[in-house]
């Protein structure tokens, strides 16, 4: 971060504590390169510092506390925003950073509604999260906070991010939806309109959050290509298709976004038509002729030179009789 960064941020949080960036965010897919790559990158980081050093400066002015609290009196929110990933670079370098400077900014939480002295976090999950593996408090501002501040807190802290990815959003707005949140409060603490909020709720609600956390955030794969997937999903076959693509072999070894191709990749293969058969035998148990369906496909295959005569003498009767049973098919008979 420029030293002008620095001195922006630190008249922020003011005299509470030196400002220093925590791991900056991963970029997202697709950015320019170069120097506009650079310049875009830095400003969104900037951006991200400021809105986290404006919320701690607003805590502060309104006469909330940081407190230093046990990582383990702290729960998770209640209605999660993040996929967990086994592998996180991003998570690496916040806890480096934690270890080297400290906490720089606190996280959010409330009294705990159930369990005397303990809370729950409205955000920075991730913070919290280091703490616990460093072994060291976690710096907090304690506030009493009902289920819809509590989520607006933590849509609204969510807002300047550039690292949530649209399937993330997407099953977060399922969770809320879940918990009886209505569509307004749904689309104001995602900072987005109804139309979005409508997209981001029919694909995770179209999509089993199984296959969801088994893709993982994918954060290369943008709305339009999860809007048609969960289009293919929901053909016949579709969750059948996911369900086998996710036990195959080395999928789990596979990056977050392959595992979204390689999914997409079966959910666009062809099902091969259901084949039966059936073998038609007299009283006694001869065999008479074999029947084979596949499809639209109806092969009988006689046996017996009889029962093939039989078959050629009551076809065109069979034709008279489906065609009075179906008036508006009309055979054609050459």
Same mark, same amino acid.
Do not use: C
């Given at each position: 971060?420029?030293?002008?960064?620095?001195?922006?941020?630190?008249?922020?949080?003011?005299?509470?504590?030196?400002?220093?960036?925590?791991?900056?965010?991963?970029?997202?897919?697709?950015?320019?390169?170069?120097?506009?790559?650079?310049?875009?990158?830095?400003?969104?980081?900037?951006?991200?510092?400021?809105?986290?050093?404006?919320?701690?400066?607003?805590?502060?002015?309104?006469?909330?506390?940081?407190?230093?609290?046990?990582?383990?009196?702290?729960?998770?929110?209640?209605?999660?925003?993040?996929?967990?990933?086994?592998?996180?670079?991003?998570?690496?370098?916040?806890?480096?950073?934690?270890?080297?400077?400290?906490?720089?900014?606190?996280?959010?939480?409330?009294?705990?509604?159930?369990?005397?002295?303990?809370?729950?976090?409205?955000?920075?999950?991730?913070?919290?999260?280091?703490?616990?593996?460093?072994?060291?408090?976690?710096?907090?501002?304690?506030?009493?906070?009902?289920?819809?501040?509590?989520?607006?807190?933590?849509?609204?802290?969510?807002?300047?991010?550039?690292?949530?990815?649209?399937?993330?959003?997407?099953?977060?707005?399922?969770?809320?939806?879940?918990?009886?949140?209505?569509?307004?409060?749904?689309?104001?603490?995602?900072?987005?309109?109804?139309?979005?909020?409508?997209?981001?709720?029919?694909?995770?609600?179209?999509?089993?959050?199984?296959? =969801?956390? +088994?893709?993982?955030? &994918?954060?290369?794969?943008?709305?339009? /290509?999860? $809007? *048609?997937?969960?289009?293919?999903?929901? !053909?016949?076959?579709?969750?059948?298709?996911?369900?086998?693509?996710?036990?195959?072999?080395?999928?789990?070894?596979?990056?977050?976004?392959?595992?979204?191709?390689?999914?997409?990749?079966?959910?666009?293969?062809?099902?091969?038509?259901?084949?039966?058969?059936?073998?038609?035998?007299?009283?006694?148990?001869?065999?008479?002729?074999?029947?084979?369906?596949?499809?639209?496909?109806?092969? =009988?295959? +006689?046996?017996?030179? &009889?029962?093939?005569?039989?078959?050629? /003498?009551? $076809? *065109?009767?069979?034709?008279?009789?489906? !065609?009075?049973?179906?008036?508006?098919?009309?055979?054609?008979?050459?």
């Amino acid at each position: 971060m420029s030293p002008k960064g620095r001195d922006i941020l630190k008249s922020m949080v003011g005299a509470v504590e030196p400002a220093r960036p925590e791991a900056p965010s991963a970029p997202p897919p697709h950015r320019p390169s170069g120097a506009v790559k650079a310049m875009n990158l830095s400003l969104g980081r900037l951006g991200e510092e400021a809105a986290a050093a404006k919320a701690l400066r607003e805590s502060l002015a309104s006469g909330d506390k940081v407190l230093e609290i046990d990582p383990a009196a702290v729960e998770m929110s209640f209605i999660r925003d993040r996929i967990p990933v086994d592998e996180d670079p991003e998570f690496e370098r916040l806890k480096q950073s934690i270890q080297g400077s400290g906490q720089q900014v606190p996280i959010l939480v409330r009294p705990d509604p159930v369990k005397a002295g303990h809370y729950q976090a409205a955000y920075g999950h991730r913070r919290l999260r280091a703490a616990a593996e460093i072994g060291i408090p976690v710096k907090a501002v304690v506030r009493k906070l009902t289920d819809e501040e509590l989520i607006l807190a933590q849509g609204q802290e969510n807002g300047p991010r550039v690292d949530l990815s649209f399937i993330e959003r997407a099953l977060f707005a399922r969770r809320m939806d879940e918990h009886g949140f209505n569509r307004d409060m749904i689309a104001k603490a995602l900072a987005t309109d109804k139309p979005e909020t409508s997209r981001l709720l029919q694909v995770a609600q179209t999509i089993d959050p199984e296959i =969801i956390l +088994a893709i993982g955030p &994918a954060p290369k794969v943008g709305r339009p /290509r999860w $809007l *048609a997937f969960a289009e293919k999903y929901r !053909e016949a076959g579709g969750q059948k298709k996911a369900q086998a693509a996710i036990h195959t072999a080395g999928f789990d070894a596979r990056e977050t976004n392959s595992r979204f191709d390689i999914i997409w990749k079966a959910l666009e293969e062809k099902s091969a038509p259901q084949r039966s058969e059936q073998t038609l035998r007299t009283q006694g148990g001869a065999q008479l002729a074999s029947v084979t369906r596949s499809g639209k496909t109806f092969r =009988i295959t +006689a046996k017996s030179g &009889a029962f093939s005569e039989f078959l050629a /003498r009551r $076809l *065109a009767g069979l034709a008279t009789e489906f !065609e009075e049973e179906n008036e508006a098919v009309k055979p054609i008979v050459s």
